[in-house]
């Protein structure tokens, strides 16, 4: 059975840092582009950031680029999202999704639609 489960959420003060980890079972990371999502209440769902099957290639969002960092070790079937810098509008549910390989190299990587597999999602809330 096809699962991605996320993992790393928390409260954290603006500033702050946090690493969320998306851990994947039930089939060949390596095939698979890896996209971070988030939805804040009453928001549409976001795209973060993807990284590509190998993991030489990445996309960030202009409002994440330079703060949040993507990787991935397909050995160990987990996906990273390393976030820096933190501030009370990254407060969301973060999501990751696995969607096909080449979603990473087109234009519209961030439309939540192209991806085929979901985890549950984790709580991110940064605030004083």
């Known amino acids: 059975q096809l699962q991605l489960v996320e993992s790393g959420g928390g409260l954290v003060q603006p500033g702050g840092s946090l690493r969320l980890s998306c851990a994947a079972s039930g089939f060949t990371l390596g095939y698979y582009t890896i996209g971070w999502f988030r939805q804040a209440p009453g928001k549409e769902r976001e795209g973060v950031s993807c990284i590509s099957n190998s993991g030489g290639s990445t996309k960030y969002a202009d409002s994440v680029k330079g703060r949040f960092t993507i990787s991935r070790d397909n050995a160990k079937k987990t996906v990273y999202l390393q976030m820096n810098s933190l501030k009370p509008e990254d407060t969301a549910v973060y999501y990751c999704?696995?969607?096909?390989?080449?979603?990473?190299?087109?234009?519209?990587?961030?439309?939540?639609?192209?991806?085929?597999?979901w985890g549950q999602g984790t709580q991110v809330t940064v605030s004083s």
């Open positions: 999704a696995a969607g096909p390989g080449l979603i990473y190299s087109s234009a519209t990587w961030y439309d939540a639609a192209r991806y085929n597999y």
